[in-house]
């Protein structure tokens, strides 16, 4: 019992977390048909960045939002820095894009070794300052408010996004950039900053999932990696494009490998296997997702 | 002569530098720890980055996972291979005495394992997927040091024992520094050697064929996923003999941190990017330069602990501004000789074109095709007799070579085949006309096996091929040039042909690595030259395919086409963009082709060419069949009119 809850709580909350920044995977998936290898490291901007900045004195708060909006910043310069000359020159062997957007991430965690440091840091729980600090007890295990402002907060975020895609004018304006980028330009779409807001939106929702995940998982350097390929996976097994796909493959993935650890006798250590298989079985049955239908990929 | 000998230096000067500057560093700089150090790990790094340039370069597959690998082949080479080996083993005496020795060997089979059980789970990918599970990879290698940590030591690894002294004088010299130097020279060099090799050969231009255009290698008789599997598993091999070399030098092995990993993969990345990436001096280039610049003492000093920053910045910069690399960018440079080459592909010199080498050839031709278009086409027919097509007997002519039944194929509800029949009778030229839409494309895709039909048959020769595959129907004699262009760009124009010619050789992967093939390629290539003469595009051999006008690309497929001699050709709107001299040298090519026994498919709209040239014309409207015959009588069908003009002004208003 104990441990079904143990799991159940799990897969909610580090899942939300998932969802959060598989969702961003989908987004720039959405607009420009590539993946944004620098999303899994964006993660670790935002949880830095809300770290020092608490470090510093900020309220925690402040701390958070003004994390999330520097992320956002994050987003848009890697779209900037390792997107746009791609556009005027040929690509190295077709993958430039894979190669640009994972040496965005890779200086941006550099960046954040550097500047901040590299040790694992605990956040402060954002609603515990506002809510006091309860602790329920659930069979045993202990549920936080905090857990039910991660769920809260990403189906709140998830359905928000999506309804913006479906609609409002920055979600048609993507999906037309989407669907064939030089037809939306001759529209009137103004597909740069589109595609510029789509990378932007991706690392806010990175820096949410850090700075909600935080007071539960530690920030790491690593969660750039760990997480942003868990993600990668969650939004792969959803149907990278779909919102509702992100938030179904984010949840899946957070709930196999809550039950590995749980199995596993030797600790966390087949998590990551089991997730491995589940993506190398997504990609050979349903390359395209449980919810995904775009076929095409650029490459 | 003295051509020749510029051209010799043109083409081995790199390797002369390199090999002058090892031959320059070991002994200058043997009293100097450091210096020769960076030398070792300069030539580890450029053998690993020229092993992840099969993979990248030729292949176009990023991993970001390689460093896993390199790791697996200091384990694999350093630490089993010894213990196999060991006291008690049952290796021959000579093997134990020399056990550290064949550490390669082991490093070759780890690594080449390891990378064929991930290509093969991966490889069916492309793009950001199979970079994905190759990052996925890397992370598991870490994981896999701590489960098995008291045999691989965990994250911090473990030492391995020095290539001890005693047993043999000669081979003793490795467990100094120097020796480990010239170790690593002697290893990149036979990486660079095998990596020339397969270049140049028959596997190597697959290799290059499957990432320019897959559907093209397809439809030329190259299977994408084996080349994939194999392209990924010898970069991996070479990449765990780097690992071993790696462990040779700092007498330990260790995976690091997943970070590391990644790190460290993407070291092997951004070196080749840096260097040019598909060329075979770039990896060595890159590593030297990235090498030596970060042992400089500033850099030390200031950099060695920001390798991600490092890396990734000039990851950046290079795609920006120089995405083909140093080399790349040097060959661009004015007053070059040589013009620019973007993929390993040598220089396309046919090196025996004169006539009288060719006739005598034929006994070296393989032995009658094992194919079942084999058995009604004589020995000897194919397209390259060209010079005398007369005396090129027409094979059974009535006899029915293709035979489409009752396809049906559509796309989101709209049928673009529905239940078609069509017969093309050997030695014919069969055209396929119709409005836009009418499903001739979708014909050739089903024909050629690019498309697979939801129903009906696809018969050659009386055989079923609806489930055979098209690389496969490649070599059953079917050939295809396509409506959109789609020449191997990168690729030389002859390294097109002769990769069009993929069925007609039989070098296989080892053959290739090792040069064996010399004999054979030569012969491929005189008749590559010979086919190349015959669409009139011989001047523009050397050049890259991308930079020919549309018109010359279409000559070029056509002559990739004949290279497969194939019994059945199909021209999927061949006049597309032509002028009309270049019009008419494609019917004239199209009839002596013809009569030298060939079966032409053509889906054409230029009415006036099919009707000039076709024996047979079949109509196709919506998917299905409207009309069929002699041209003169399919031109005067009233349906036709209707289907092509209108039902208002068809047959004078009826």
Redesign the interface.
């Known amino acids: 019992m104990t441990d079904l809850v143990q799991i159940l709580v799990s897969t909610a909350t580090v899942g939300s977390a998932l969802a959060l920044v598989a969702l961003g995977y989908s987004l720039v998936f959405s607009a420009t048909g590539?993946?944004n290898?620098a999303q899994g490291p964006l993660l670790v901007v935002g949880g830095y960045g809300a770290y020092a900045l608490s470090r510093a004195g900020v309220p925690i708060v402040v701390a958070m939002v003004l994390a999330v909006l520097g992320t956002a910043l994050a987003g848009a310069a890697v779209e900037v820095?390792?997107l746009r000359?791609?556009r005027r020159?040929?690509?190295?062997?077709?993958?430039?894009w894979?190669?640009?957007t994972?040496?965005?991430?890779?200086?941006a965690?550099?960046?954040v070794?550097?500047g901040v440091d590299s040790s694992p840091h605990s956040l402060p729980p954002l609603v515990g300052s506002v809510l006091g600090r309860h602790v329920w007890r659930v069979a045993g295990v202990a549920v936080t408010p905090t857990d039910i402002v991660i769920v809260v907060a990403t189906l709140a975020l998830v359905v928000g996004v999506d309804a913006t895609l479906r609609a409002t004018g920055f979600g048609r304006a993507l999906r037309a950039v989407a669907d064939d980028r030089e037809a939306a330009a001759l529209v009137g779409v103004d597909t740069g900053r589109v595609v510029t807001a789509a990378f932007a939106l991706a690392g806010a929702l990175a820096a949410m999932a850090a700075v909600l995940l935080a007071p539960k998982v530690f920030v790491r350097?690593?969660n750039g990696?760990?997480l942003g390929?868990q993600a990668?996976?969650a939004a792969?097994l959803g149907g990278l494009g779909s919102a509702r796909g992100a938030l179904a493959g984010g949840y899946a993935v957070a709930a196999l490998s809550a039950v590995a650890r749980t199995v596993s006798p030797?600790g966390s250590?087949y998590e990551?296997?089991a997730v491995?298989a589940l993506?190398?079985v997504t990609?050979?049955v349903r390359?395209t997702g449980l919810l995904g239908c775009r076929v095409a990929?650029?490459? | 002569m003295a051509d020749r000998a510029q051209a010799l230096a043109v083409r081995w000067w790199p390797l002369a530098a390199l090999v002058g500057f090892m031959l320059w560093l070991g002994p200058s700089q043997a009293g100097n720890r450091k210096w020769l150090d960076l030398g070792v790990e300069a030539m580890i790094l450029a053998t690993a980055a020229t092993g992840l340039n099969v993979a990248l370069g030729s292949t176009g597959l990023l991993s970001l996972g390689h460093a896993g690998f390199f790791v697996a082949g200091g384990y694999a080479g350093a630490v089993l291979g010894p213990y196999l080996l060991g006291d008690g083993s049952i290796a021959p005496d000579f093997v134990v005495r020399n056990a550290p020795w064949f550490g390669p060997v082991f490093a070759v089979v780890v690594g080449a394992g390891l990378g064929t059980a991930l290509a093969l789970a991966c490889c069916h990918l492309r793009g950001f997927h199979l970079t994905a599970v190759t990052l996925a990879f890397g992370f598991g290698v870490p994981a896999v040091a701590v489960l098995a940590a008291d045999q691989l030591g965990g994250l911090a690894g473990r030492t391995v024992e020095r290539i001890p002294d005693t047993r043999n004088a000669f081979l003793a010299r490795g467990h100094t520094l120097a020796g480990v130097y010239y170790t690593s020279a002697v290893f990149l060099l036979v990486a660079l050697w095998l990596a020339r090799n397969l270049s140049r050969s028959r596997s190597g231009r697959a290799l290059t064929a499957v990432r320019d255009g897959e559907v093209a290698a397809r439809t030329s008789g190259i299977d994408p996923y084996r080349h994939r599997v194999a392209a990924f598993a010898m970069s991996a091999a070479v990449v765990a003999v780097a690992g071993w070399l790696s462990a040779l030098r700092t007498l330990s092995v260790s995976s690091g941190s997943a970070l590391d990993v990644q790190t460290e993969s993407f070291r092997y990345v951004i070196t080749v990017t840096v260097g040019g990436v598909g060329t075979l001096a770039g990896p060595v280039v890159g590593a030297f330069l990235l090498t030596f610049g970060l042992g400089l003492d500033v850099f030390q000093q200031h950099l060695r602990d920001k390798l991600g920053l490092v890396f990734g910045g000039l990851a950046l910069a290079v795609v920006a501004l120089a995405p083909s690399g140093l080399v790349g960018a040097a060959r661009r440079l004015p007053g070059r000789r040589c013009p620019a080459r973007a993929t390993l592909v040598s220089r396309s010199v046919p090196e025996r074109a004169d006539p009288a080498d060719q006739s005598g050839e034929t006994p070296g031709r393989p032995p009658a095709r094992p194919t079942l278009v084999g058995r009604s086409v004589p020995e000897g027919a194919g397209p390259t007799d060209q010079r005398g097509p007369a005396d090129r007997p027409r094979t059974d002519p009535g006899t029915v070579l293709l035979s489409v039944r009752g396809v049906t194929r559509s796309f989101g509800g709209v049928a673009a085949l529905d239940g078609l029949d069509v017969d093309v009778v050997q030695g014919s030229v069969h055209a396929l006309i119709g409005p836009n839409g009418s499903g001739k494309s979708t014909f050739v895709n089903v024909v050629t096996g690019v498309e697979r039909p939801a129903g009906g048959r696809v018969l050659l020769a009386g055989a079923d091929i609806t489930d055979v595959a098209a690389h496969r129907r490649a070599a059953l004699g079917v050939a295809r040039t396509f409506q959109g262009v789609r020449v191997w760009h990168r690729m030389g124009v002859l390294e097109n042909v002769l990769a069009g010619g993929h069925v007609r050789g039989r070098a296989g992967l080892g053959r290739c690595l090792l040069g064996l093939d010399r004999a054979e390629e030569s012969r491929l290539r005189a008749r590559a030259s010979e086919l190349l003469a015959l669409v009139g595009l011989e001047t523009r051999a050397g050049d890259r395919a991308g930079d020919l006008t549309l018109a010359e690309q279409r000559r070029l497929e056509l002559a990739r086409a004949l290279a497969a001699e194939p019994a059945l050709l199909l021209l999927d709107e061949p006049l597309a963009g032509l002028d009309e001299a270049e019009r008419d040298r494609l019917v004239r090519l199209v009839r002596s082709l013809r009569s030298g026994g060939l079966t032409v498919v053509l889906v054409e709209h230029h009415v006036e060419t099919v009707l000039a040239l076709a024996d047979t014309v079949t109509v196709v409207h919506q998917g299905v069949k409207l009309a069929e015959g002699p041209p003169a009588l399919v031109a005067g069908d009233a349906l036709v009119q209707e289907a092509y003009l209108g039902p208002a002004s068809g047959g004078g208003g009826a």
Do not use: M, N, Q, Y
Request: no cysteine; charged share 15%; glycine share 4%.
């Open positions: 590539i993946v290898f820095i390792a000359p791609l020159v040929d690509a190295v062997a077709d993958v430039g894979v190669l640009t994972f040496a965005a991430g890779l200086v965690v550099d960046l070794r550097i350097l690593e990696l760990l390929l990668f996976v792969v030797s250590r990551f296997v491995f993506f190398l990609l050979a390359p990929e650029k490459h």
